[in-house]
């Protein structure tokens, strides 16, 4: 079985600081990692994801994320909160056989950018 | 890149009547489509995953005769809510895969059902 696990289900940086949101996974196979936006009674939007290749994985707006199957973490970074980057990010995992591609989504972090 | 487009994106339905969202993918085939479910300041819970031709796979603990789900087409699957009572009121996302794809990555923008 998967599961995810969100660290902090709310975060709050000032504009210009470094955002890390955690995000760490159980997988009882090598797994596929996602991280995804959410902007109020909007869908979801893949900031980027993980899939066996480079374990760094760069996103866009700036966001990027690191593999670490020693610690079964895939952290969510950017070095510079801007204003707009104030919404829910769902870490996900995805990967095992026969589940026709589903993913299992965390709890959710809302992140807050203060002026 | 593949849009997937989601339909209402609000309704709002009297309790005891049906809704129906469609979920289409516009630029893409889809053979697996997936239906989520997400109440308010909560995660997105898999409700079912729908394959084009055949019959839905509902996740446990979701009424197959209440959320009713048809793939009809390779671009289009809908969910319809029967019976709709105050407590079925949430959002609704789904995900299109693309044929040939492992995982289903493209999310709809969501409908915000309301039932009164």
């Known amino acids: 079985a998967q599961s995810v696990t969100q660290l902090g289900s709310h975060v709050s940086v000032s504009e210009g600081a470094l955002v890390l949101l955690r995000c760490n996974y159980s997988?009882?196979?090598?797994?596929?990692l996602f991280w995804y936006v959410q902007y109020p009674n909007q869908g979801l939007q893949l900031l980027l994801k993980?899939?066996?290749?480079?374990?760094l994985v760069k996103g866009i707006n700036g966001f990027e994320a690191e593999f670490k199957k020693s610690e079964t973490s895939f952290h969510l970074t950017k070095p510079s909160a801007h204003m707009s980057d104030a919404a829910e990010y769902f870490c996900?995992?995805?990967?095992?056989?026969?589940?026709?591609?589903?993913?299992?989504f965390g709890k959710g972090t809302k992140l807050s950018v203060k002026p | 890149g593949a849009v997937v487009s989601q339909h209402p994106s609000r309704v709002i339905c009297k309790s005891g009547t049906s809704v129906k969202i469609e979920c289409r993918s516009l630029?893409?085939?889809?053979?697996?489509m997936f239906w989520y479910r997400q109440f308010p300041k909560q995660s997105l819970m898999l409700m079912a995953t729908?394959?084009?031709?055949?019959?839905?796979?509902?996740e446990q603990g979701v009424e197959k005769d209440k959320f009713l789900i048809n793939h009809a087409s390779l671009t289009l699957s809908t969910l319809t809510v029967t019976s709709a009572h105050p407590e079925d009121s949430s959002f609704y996302i789904c995900?299109?895969?693309?044929?040939?794809?492992?995982?289903?990555?493209?999310f709809g923008s969501g409908t915000r059902l309301t039932v009164v």
């Open positions: 995900s299109a895969q693309p044929a040939g794809s492992t995982y289903g990555y493209t």
């Open positions: 997988s009882s196979v090598p797994p596929y």
């Open positions: 993980y899939t066996s290749a480079a374990t």
């Open positions: 996900a995992v995805g990967g095992e056989e026969g589940s026709q591609g589903n993913l299992i």
């Open positions: 630029d893409f085939q889809a053979t697996t």
């Open positions: 729908s394959n084009e031709g055949s019959k839905a796979t509902y």
